[in-house]
């Protein structure tokens, strides 16, 4: 499993939009500078997590983004899973139904299955919330 830029900056951009959500609508400009992420780029982050309805979105002076929701109801596998798509390690468990010829007497079958809950359940158990008070904490997340 390899998270790529994009799920990186949206988890980092959903951070930023969480650290400042008493500012009401926070701009692409700003985020951008205290992230370090293209405007460019984040213009197409949050066309896919606004689409998502994770994010509200403001036009004009005032525009900008904020969370639809409050830190604690956003989960990273959520968030990763839009970006990503699955975290299963091997195509054949990405479907609901494995439809792998060799699924019936796949010796190796459990192991990935048991890894793919694993990183699912680790991933679905931390909100933006934890991250921001892991942060403040200075903890370390444990499995």
């Given amino acids: 499993m390899k998270v790529s830029s994009r799920g ?3 988890l980092l951009t959903l951070l930023d939009l969480a650290e400042h959500k ?4 926070i701009s692409l400009k700003e985020i951008a500078q205290r992230q ?5 780029y984040l213009e197409q982050l949050v066309s896919l997590l606004s689409m998502s309805s994770i994010l509200h979105a403001n036009r004009g002076k ?6 639809a929701k409050e830190p604690s109801q956003y989960t990273v596998g959520q968030i990763l899973r839009l970006t990503e798509g699955s975290f299963m390690p091997v195509s054949c468990l ?7 010829v060799h699924a ?3 010796k190796t079958l459990p192991l ?5 809950k694993v990183i699912n359940d680790y991933l679905d158990n931390i909100t933006l919330q934890d991250i921001l008070d892991q942060n403040q904490s200075g903890g370390n997340y444990v499995i």
């Fill in 104 to 106: 019936e007497f796949c």
């Fill in 8 to 10: 990186k900056y949206a």
């Fill in 112 to 116: 990935w299955t048991g890894l793919g």
């Fill in 94 to 100: 990405e479907d609901e139904v494995n439809k792998c």
């Fill in 22 to 25: 008493n500012y009401g609508f």
């Fill in 36 to 40: 370090n992420i293209s405007k460019l």
């Fill in 62 to 67: 005032q525009g900008g983004y904020m969370l």
